[in-house]
């Protein structure tokens, strides 16, 4: 895995992205509402996310759907109450 709060020393830009409130305040990850701007998508969309060499492989297409939709719903906090 590289991303989580368990490791000492997540991998690159993305190593605390499992982190959404810290993600969703990073205007050079994310746009909220707007997948198209946001690092976080792009990167994704061109399956450089995660890398060629990841042991867990590709995202699939529902993980792409999950991201894509986040961004586009404005990245909601999930701590925050409905």
């Known amino acids: 895995m590289c991303h989580g709060p368990d490791l ?3 991998e690159g830009r993305f190593g605390y992205v499992l982190d959404l409130t ?3 305040n990073n205007p050079e990850l994310v746009i909220p509402g707007s997948p198209s ?3 976080l998508w ?3 969309q061109r399956g450089e996310m995660p890398p060629a060499d ?3 492989g590709p995202l699939n297409e529902l ?3 999950v991201i894509r939709d986040w961004i586009a719903a404005g ?3 999930p ?3 409905p």
Request: hydrophobic fraction near 35%; charge should be negative; avoid cysteine.
């Open 79 to 81: 701590r925050a109450d």
């Open 54 to 56: 990841s042991l867990k």
């Open 8 to 10: 000492d020393h997540p």
């Open 42 to 44: 792009i990167v994704v």
């Open 75 to 77: 990245a909601p906090d």
């Open 63 to 65: 993980d792409q759907i």
């Open 37 to 39: 701007e946001s690092e």
């Open 22 to 24: 810290k993600i969703r």
